[in-house]
Nanobody, 116 residues
């Protein structure tokens, strides 16, 4: 059974940092291009960062470029999102999943709230 478990969210002040983790089980994690998505209240889920299977290529949405860094550890079946210089507009539930093909079962996500 495929399972994605996101963690690391929380409440942070503007300008602060958080590091999210997504642990995968029940699937051959290392072959997938993985991404971090986010969904803010009343908005559609959007892809904010992606990383190729080997970790050599990363891409970012313009809204997070220069502030967020995606990485992965295939030995641990885990993908990370380092978020710096956080802004109130980064407030959302963050999820990880494959970027192409049919998505894996979505995890519960992790809430990130940026507020003073």
């Amino acid at each position: 059974q495929v399972q994605l478990v996101e963690s690391g969210g929380g409440l942070v002040q503007p300008g602060g940092s958080l590091r999210l983790s997504c642990a995968a089980s029940g699937t051959i994690f290392s072959i997938y291009t993985m991404g971090w998505y986010r969904q803010a209240p009343g908005k559609q889920r959007e892809l904010v960062a992606r990383i190729t299977s080997g970790g050599s290529v990363t891409n970012y949405a313009d809204s997070v470029k220069g502030r967020f860094t995606i990485s992965r550890d295939n030995a641990k079946n885990t993908v990370y999102l380092q978020m710096n210089s956080l802004k109130p507009e980064d407030t959302a539930v963050y999820y990880c999943n494959k970027v192409s093909g049919s998505p894996l079962a979505w995890g519960q996500g992790t809430q990130v709230t940026v507020s003073s």
